[in-house]
């Protein structure tokens, strides 16, 4: 069973950082496309980012463009969300996901062709 597991989620002040980490475990990491989506309290999940497996390709949200960057580091089984310029809307659970499929040009914006998902970890932006 592929297990996804979240960190590094905690309070920050609107215009402070955070970075994201997520593992997955019996899942050859190499060639799947991840994402990041988050949910905040009576909203739909929205996809954040994501990288296709060999990690040439990126997609942002417009609402994150330019502040937050996603990146895969293969050899460790990591995946990463660097959040900067952090604003009170990003508030939300954020989970990693993982595709089952091996893509390793492109990446899915939509959390349907991810099976795979963590339990998410909390980032709060207060004002």
């Known amino acids: 069973q592929v297990q996804v597991v979240e960190s590094g989620g905690g309070s920050v002040q609107a215009g402070g950082s955070l970075r994201l980490s997520c593992t997955a475990s019996k899942l050859t990491f190499d060639g799947h496309a991840m994402g990041w989506f988050r949910q905040a309290p009576g909203k739909e999940r929205e996809g954040v980012s994501c990288?296709?497996?060999?990690?040439?390709?990126?997609y942002y949200a417009d609402s994150v463009k330019g502040r937050f960057t996603i990146s895969r580091d293969n050899s460790k089984n990591m995946l990463y969300l660097q959040m900067n310029s952090l604003k009170p809307e990003d508030t939300a659970m954020y989970y990693c996901a993982a595709d089952p499929r091996v893509r390793y040009r492109a990446c899915g914006r939509d959390a349907s062709e991810y099976n795979y998902w963590g339990q998410g970890t909390q980032v709060t932006v207060s004002s």
């Open positions: 990288i296709s497996g060999g990690g040439g390709s990126t």
